[in-house]
């Protein structure tokens, strides 16, 4: 696969001498490891256009430990995380995050995170392996950074979420002091004339959260990013031209050599790293979906994370059933709060039969690839959002937390490829949401939007386009290092 920037995959050819080992490094969270490993995915066997050839090790924690039996191609080597087992146990990302950092940075932790990172790079000084030339971290791995830095170790860092999503996080101290945050009920539907088209609804707030920890963690990333030798975004050109632009302006201001968008990356990787950490993805749903009439299906997941109380997942259930349309529904075990295993309400599979299946984990990708999927009602997580617009499907979003307002507020107001379902889940407002994409006037609309968008992600993904070139030109600078 010849292409422009002169990076190919694996072909003959010498330029063994500047064989190169990349380190990636995920956040040990679903929507974080899935893009990292597609990154991996799509850098492993590359040859840069002047020699040279790249291989990828996978650092990973115990925490949300991957299975490196799943991916044969790429190395793995296990670091230490040092997460408390009560932090680990109750869940909270934020917490988990500042745990791993304090872990990493200093921690008690015996062998260090430093100590095996510099085992890692050694290993691959002694000759059987190629010299490692650089750590791709994700956006959250600050202590990571600063421990690469004092090996020598250049980093560039993954983000996982939007270019938008960046703009607001490097923003967010200038916004805490223009006191936009914490929102005040009177002012949620006011713009934020810095970042349009957000609203003040639409900015990270977590109302539950520890607000200082909050605060810390965005100022980490937005450090994080500057001081690396590059950012790659998992999103492409044509999506956010201008938040791209003005990402690369700012970072171009800290010294920092590149900024590409080079997504979405369940593209761009031959390889399929789209697996649940804990749970296998359920095939009887493709079979179902086949015999299903095209564009006729909603396929309903809300994510990895996010979840709903009891009285919700009622809504939810008996809004699909109502509407009468065909769904694909996973409702993943930890889906209901304070429940293992949530059951489905009396009635409901009986009212449902033949026209919902309801699964506990989905291989995602290929459903909404499916012909009889014609619309996603997500939580607005940003894989799910990228994946979907891959697909030309339009989208119901029903937000919960991080970026997911944010997210869905592009997602009505710029690309207008889907709506928000305001306010609480309601059985009567689910179905007129889902009457309302499916089978109404105005949901065909949107659905040629989706057509149309996801044609320009096409050219972002064909061999000159924008995409290929960020992947090409992020293979040649890691060689290049
Ligand atoms: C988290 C945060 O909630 C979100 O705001 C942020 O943008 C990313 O991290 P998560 O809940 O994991 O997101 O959602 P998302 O980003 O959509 O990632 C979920 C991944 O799991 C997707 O790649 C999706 O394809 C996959 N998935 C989900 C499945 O493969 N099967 C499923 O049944 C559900």
Not at 116 to 127: I, P, R, T
Not at 295 to 300: A, E
Request: net charge negative; proline share 6%; with cysteine.
């Amino acid at each position: 696969m010849a292409s422009v920037d002169g990076a190919t995959r694996r072909g003959g050819g010498d330029g063994s001498s500047r064989r190169r080992r990349v380190l990636v490094f995920p956040l040990p969270f679903q929507g974080h490891i899935n893009p990292m490993l597609q990154l991996a995915g799509a850098l492993h066997g590359r040859r840069g256009g002047g020699g040279g050839e790249l291989s990828v090790t996978v650092l990973h924690t115990r925490f949300n430990a991957i299975d490196p039996s799943r991916y044969p191609e790429l190395a793995f080597a296990e670091v230490p995380d040092g997460i408390p087992p009560d932090v680990a146990a109750n869940g909270n990302i934020v917490d988990i995050i500042v745990a791993l950092n304090v872990a990493m940075d200093g921690g008690e932790s015996s062998p260090s995170f430093r100590d095996v990172l510099a085992s890692v790079v050694a290993a691959d000084d002694e000759g059987r392996k190629p010299r490692a030339s650089c750590l791709i971290i994700d956006g959250n791995l600050m202590a990571a950074q600063k421990a690469a830095a004092e090996l020598g170790l250049p980093t560039l860092v993954l983000r996982t979420g939007s270019a938008a999503c960046l703009r607001c996080y490097l923003a967010y101290p200038a916004l805490l002091q223009k006191g936009y945050l914490p929102p005040k009920e009177s002012q949620l539907y006011e713009p934020v004339e810095e970042l349009p088209p957000l609203r003040v609804r639409d900015l990270y707030y977590t109302s539950n959260a520890n607000q200082e920890l909050v605060r810390k963690v965005l100022g980490w990333i937005a450090e994080t990013a500057r001081n690396s030798n590059g950012v790659v975004i998992n999103t492409f050109d044509e999506l956010e031209p201008a938040e791209l632009e003005r990402i690369q302006r700012e970072l171009d201001g800290d010294g920092v050599a590149i900024v590409l968008a080079a997504g979405p990356l369940h593209k761009l990787s031959p390889m399929n790293a789209g697996g649940s950490l804990h749970l296998r993805p359920d095939r009887s749903c493709i079979e179902w979906l086949d015999t299903q009439a095209t564009g006729s299906v909603l396929y309903v997941s809300f994510g990895s994370l996010a979840s709903l109380d009891s009285n919700e997942f009622l809504e939810v259930a008996w809004g699909l059933e109502s509407s009468g349309q065909p769904f694909l529904w996973v409702v993943r075990p930890d889906l209901v709060k304070g429940l293992d295993k949530p059951s489905l309400p009396d009635g409901f599979e009986r009212a449902v039969e033949g026209r919902g299946k309801v699964i506990k984990w989905a291989p995602q990708q290929e459903v909404l690839a499916h012909h009889a999927v014609g619309g996603f009602w997500t939580h607005s997580g940003w894989n799910s959002m990228l994946e979907s617009v891959s697909e030309g499907v339009p989208m119901i979003c029903k937000p919960q937390f991080a970026d997911q307002m944010l997210n869905t507020r592009y997602l009505e107001a710029v690309w207008a490829v889907g709506f928000e379902l305001v306010g609480k889940l309601e059985r009567g407002e689910i179905k007129k949401a889902i009457k309302r994409l499916m089978v109404e006037k105005e949901g065909a609309e949107i659905r040629e939007r989706a057509k149309e968008l996801k044609k320009k992600m096409d050219q972002c993904l064909e061999s000159s386009g924008s995409s290929q070139i960020a992947i090409n030109r992020l293979v040649n600078y890691i060689i290049s290092l």
